[in-house]
Antibody
Framework: QMQLQESGPGLVKPSETLSLTCTVSGDSINSDNYYWGWIRQTPGRGLEWIRSIYYSGSTYYNPSLRRRATISVDTSKNQFSLKLTSVTAADAAVYYC????????????WGQGILVTVSS | QSVLTQPPSASGTPGQRVAISCSGTRSNIGSNPVHWYQQLPGTAPKLLTYSNNQRPSGVPDRFSGSKSGTSASLAISGLQSEDEAYFFCATWDDSLNGWVFGGGTKLTVL
């Protein structure tokens, strides 16, 4: 059974860069069938998809976060990562990594989520 | 503000049938299949139904999804206390070229 596990700092200072990593187990990130993405959740805004990446490096993104969010994949470690620059209080959220089948499919597996607080 | 609209709460008594709605537009629900997720407090969201009305292996047939036009619905029959959770809908949006979600519905079993 595949699992995804987020890791990274739970506290980030305003204006700094948030860096999170998702470790995939039970499946290969090199799979032809899947994209790997990040989604965040806040009580006020609900769920917001950020960006997804294919193992080859091609990505699709939410235009509202395009300038600040980058995603990368490390096939040797079976991991993918998110970097979100210039964070503000509005970026405080639970961040989930997930596996998705792309636009013609669905998101079929999620990580447990990691709470990120933005504070000085 | 979520792209897809869900009622914030729903409730029912054990054994009852409840339905949770999800409303969108032509560019999302009107053009793409809808998927539903269940989320228990502090846990990862779990795929409940996909492609409007399909269930992954292991999901009881008490859970059923449907779609009509720009709206979708999740029905839960034979309500059980362990069904108490947060439910949200999701689909692809052709204008955003990405995933959009409902605001979520908290189901309470009375």
């Amino acid at each position: 059974q595949m699992q995804l596990q987020e890791s990274g700092p739970g506290l980030v200072k305003p204006s700094e860069t948030l860096s999170l990593t998702c470790t995939v187990s039970g499946d290969s990130i090199n799979s032809d069938n899947y994209y790997w993405g990040w989604i965040r959740q806040t009580p006020g805004r609900g769920l917001e998809w950020i960006r997804s990446i294919y193992y080859s490096g091609s990505t699709y993104y939410n235009p509202s976060l395009r300038r600040r969010a980058t995603i990368s994949v490390d096939t040797s470690k079976n991991q993918f990562s998110l970097k979100l620059t210039s964070v503000t209080a509005a970026d405080a959220a639970v961040y989930y990594c997930a596996r998705d089948l792309g636009y013609s499919g669905y998101i079929d597996n999620w990580g447990q989520g990691i709470l990120v607080t933005v504070s000085s | 503000q979520s792209v897809l609209t869900q009622p914030p709460s729903a409730s029912g008594t054990p054994g009852q049938r409840v339905a949770i709605s999800c409303s969108g537009t032509r560019s999302n629900i009107g053009s793409n299949p809808v998927h539903w997720y269940q989320q228990l407090p502090g846990t990862a969201p779990k795929l409940l139904t996909y492609s409007n009305n399909q269930r992954p292996s292991g999901v009881p047939d008490r859970f059923s999804g449907s779609k009509s036009g720009t709206s979708a619905s999740l029905a839960i029959s034979g309500l059980q206390s362990e069904d108490e959770a947060y439910f949200f809908c999701a689909t692809w949006d052709d204008s955003l070229n990405g995933w959009v979600f409902g605001g979520g519905t908290k189901l309470t079993v009375l």
